[in-house]
T-cell receptor
Framework: DTGVSQNPRHKITKRGQNVTFRCDPISEHNRLYWYRQTLGQGPEFLTYFQNEAQLEKSRLLSDRFSAERPKGSFSTLEIQRTEQGDSAMYLC???????????FGQGTRLTVV | DQQVKQNSPSLSVQEGRISILNCDYTNSMFDYFLWYKKYPAEGPTFLISISSIKDKNEDGRFTVFLNKSAKHLSLHIVPSQPGDSAVYFCAAVDRGSTLGRLYFGRGTQLTVWP
């Protein structure tokens, strides 16, 4: 399977706990994006990596959120001290460059109880 | 600030007929536009795209039209099939930007009934 892979697909956590999601992009893609989608909304941009460098972070990404992409390969998104408002679908996408297309993984559904 | 807008949250069409989904944008720097299809509990799947230098792009049953002067694009599905029932997102990007992030509309839920 050469698509974008995200794990886990679902995560239920108690408020205040930390969670970490993983994204494996398409191997030859140097751009990696994280988006968040809530009910009734389109995907909202969170952060962007070009290779291992994190080049932009949305103001949606509070200091409880951190993302990494070591060695420009897979990426992780960690949320510390989760809140109920963090409940959403977290989407990862990769892109080969400046073509415009981005290819999405199946997402991680986070539920904070 | 919603730079890409889909003003119809839902559309219901009979099988075999045409579905027309609309999208408006405000940022004149956008030069590439995409449509994604999304089923529940899955990530968006790329459907079709169009560059700002074109006004039409066709792929099988799917055609996207772009009207730059009106900052409007539409997706036509002909003929519509029940398997087309999904949420459709319009997205736009400024490829001149070094970031390449996509700006999405809120989506239109398409229901195709037999």
């Amino acid at each position: 399977d050469t698509g974008v892979s995200q794990n886990p697909r679902h995560k239920i956590t108690k408020r205040g706990q930390n969670v970490t999601f993983r994204c494996d992009p398409i191997s030859e893609h140097n751009r990696l994006y994280w988006y968040r989608q809530t009910l009734g909304q389109g995907p909202e941009f969170l952060t962007y990596f070009q290779n291992e460098a994190q080049l932009e972070k949305s103001r949606l990404l509070s200091d409880r959120f951190s993302a990494e992409r070591p060695k420009g390969s897979f990426s992780t998104l960690e949320i510390q001290r989760t809140e109920q408002g963090d409940s959403a679908m977290y989407l990862c996408a990769s892109s080969p460059g400046s073509t415009g297309e981005a290819f999405f993984g199946q997402g991680t559904r986070l539920t904070v109880v | 600030d919603q730079q890409v807008k889909q003003n119809s949250p839902s559309l219901s069409v009979q099988e075999g007929r045409i579905s027309i989904l609309n999208c408006d944008y405000t940022n004149s720097m956008f030069d590439y536009f995409l449509w994604y299809k999304k089923y529940p509990a899955e990530g968006p799947t790329f459907l079709i795209s169009i560059s700002s230098i074109k006004d039409k792009n066709e792929d099988g049953r799917f055609t996207v039209f772009l009207n730059k002067s009106a900052k409007h694009l539409s997706l036509h599905i002909v003929p519509s099939q029940p398997g087309d029932s999904a949420v459709y997102f319009c997205a736009a990007v400024d490829r001149g930007s070094t970031l390449g992030r996509l700006y999405f509309g809120r989506g239109t839920q398409l229901t195709v009934w037999p």
